[in-house]
């Protein structure tokens, strides 16, 4: 049995050091509307963010995931907020965080969105032109506070070491996960995939062919450290 779960099962809900630690994780694509009936997106499963929330609760941590459109069941013992946009995450985020003592942004958040929503179908015509407009980056609004434990992930298909330290660094991250795509593997979904892991000091680790629940253990035993 885990720290965090033998304080939840004899001692409850204490305020102080000793109570149970909140997560927030964040899970999935936005879905960024067009009109009525079209989206931009990405091909983002939740898969990973839905596989750390089932760890955290297994482990006894109070958990909320907040979820872009996904085909994947709730983890159980888990609050799940349903979310659309980016800008949507964006609010529920900073509804939570400020209650929450880890964030873990697994979400693949869309970094653009249509400048304009048509309310009505866009109609078929020789061209159509789209105006993208940037996405708030939600970690960099949650900014860093006393006590917040921040993870990010990031997908690199090139120099993955310099682009994630520098990732950690303009985020203000105390760890981020770099999938470390290679040639002709598919980075999204279950199956086996290939990982490091950075800290803040610039310690990092390599993990090759691991699945997403092994790589979840992993993590939340690295979050675990930062509440001694
Ligand atoms: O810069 P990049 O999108 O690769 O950064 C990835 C990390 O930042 C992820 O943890 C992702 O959830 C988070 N992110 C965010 N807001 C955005 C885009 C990404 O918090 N608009």
């Known amino acids: 049995m885990t720290k965090a779960r033998a304080m939840h099962e004899h001692e409850g809900q204490k305020k102080g050091p000793e109570r149970v630690r909140k997560i927030l994780v964040t899970a999935g694509p936005t879905i960024e509307p067009l009109d009525p009936i079209r989206y931009i997106s990405n091909h983002s499963t939740g898969t990973m963010g839905y596989e750390i929330a089932g760890e955290c609760a297994r482990r006894g941590f109070d958990v909320c995931l907040i979820s872009g459109p996904v085909h994947l069941s709730p983890p159980s013992g888990v609050e799940v907020v349903k979310v659309t946009t980016a800008r ?129 253990r992993v993590i939340i035993g690295e979050v675990e450290k930062y509440f001694g």
């Open 88 to 216: 949507e995450m964006r609010d529920r985020v900073l509804e939570r965080v400020g209650e929450s003592d880890c964030l873990i942004m697994a979400a693949a958040v869309c970094d653009f969105r249509p400048g304009k929503v048509e309310r009505q179908k866009i109609k078929k015509r020789g061209e159509l032109r789209l105006r993208l407009v940037k996405n708030p980056d939600i970690l960099l609004e949650v900014g860093q506070r006393e006590g917040l434990v921040k993870v990010g992930f990031a997908l690199e298909t090139e120099n993955p070491v310099e682009n994630g330290k520098n990732k950690l660094r303009a985020k203000d991250l105390d760890m981020i996960i770099i999938n470390t795509k290679s040639e002709g593997a598919d980075p999204f979904g279950p199956g086996e995939k290939r990982y490091m892991l950075m800290d803040r000091g610039g310690n990092i680790r390599e993990f090759k062919d691991v699945m997403k629940r092994q790589m979840a």
